[in-house]
T-cell receptor, first 110, second 114 residues
Framework: TQLLEQSPQFLSIQEGENLTVYCNSSSVFSSLQWYRQEPGEGPVLLVTVVTGGEVKKLKRLTFQFGDARKDSSLHITAAQTGDTGLYLCAGSPYGQNFVFGPGTRLSVLP | KAGVTQTPRYLIKTRGQQVTLSCSPISGHRSVSWYQQTPGQGLQFLFEYFSETQRNKGNFPGRFSGRQFSNSRSEMNVSTLELGDSALYLC?????????????FGPGTRLTVT
């Protein structure tokens, strides 16, 4: 069983549409990180959320950390083809090793 | 500032052989973590080194080992290769150990075992 679950697993949308992907766990995390990975490359860190209830905005991307520090969401406004990639959430439950979710594979079509 | 570099980028080995992968972290970063990424299992944590000491270890067999040098460069070794070891091996560097530091990944080494 995965410590971090992500949904949806796959998402295909048209350019200009909005979308939200989710990262959930039954464990409490001190912080959660979001990464985007493109084929043949390593994941690139997008953001770290630390405080329960925190909302961070990076241009068209909005990240939220749940009040209970067990879940997070990533919302993309007006998706562009350059947003295509594998979106991964990751974190370290208190006292445990760093873990990654299975990812959401996003495809933005022109 | 140069990013994380990994060598080689691609590697083909046969079953039973051993392999050594190298990772040079971002200058000033003292933590290096290694991950295995496969389509079926996703990204799985192998181990973390900080200041030449292994700090954490994932659930992998003893065939997987690593070390870190005084300049923070790290190597990962896999002995007696199996077909299931075919994967993208990623290293990540961080200023701090564990969950305290944000991780910056290298491009990975694609290992194929035949």
């Amino acid at each position: 069983t995965q410590l971090l679950e992500q949904s949806p697993q796959f998402l295909s949308i048209q350019e200009g549409e909005n979308l939200t992907v989710y990262c959930n766990s039954s464990s409490v995390f001190s912080s959660l990180q979001w990464y985007r990975q493109e084929p043949g490359e390593g994941p690139v860190l997008l953001v770290t959320v630390v405080t329960g209830g925190e909302v961070k905005k990076l241009k068209r991307l909005t990240f939220q950390f749940g009040d209970a520090r067990k879940d997070s969401s990533l919302h993309i406004t007006a998706a562009q083809t350059g947003d295509t990639g594998l979106y991964l959430c990751a974190g370290s439950p208190y006292g445990q090793n760093f873990v990654f979710g299975p990812g959401t594979r996003l495809s933005v079509l022109p | 500032k140069a990013g994380v570099t990994q060598t080689p980028r691609y590697l083909i080995k046969t079953r039973g052989q051993q392999v050594t992968l190298s990772c040079s972290p971002i200058s000033g970063h003292r933590s290096v973590s290694w991950y295995q990424q496969t389509p079926g299992q996703g990204l799985q944590f192998l181990f973390e080194y900080f200041s030449e000491t292994q700090r954490n270890k994932g659930n992998f067999p003893g065939r997987f080992s690593g070390r870190q040098f005084s300049n923070s460069r790290s190597e990962m070794n896999v002995s007696t290769l199996e077909l299931g070891d075919s994967a993208l091996y990623l290293c990540a560097s961080s200023l701090f150990s564990g969950a305290e530091g944000e991780q910056y990944f290298g491009p990975g080494t694609r290992l194929t075992v035949t």
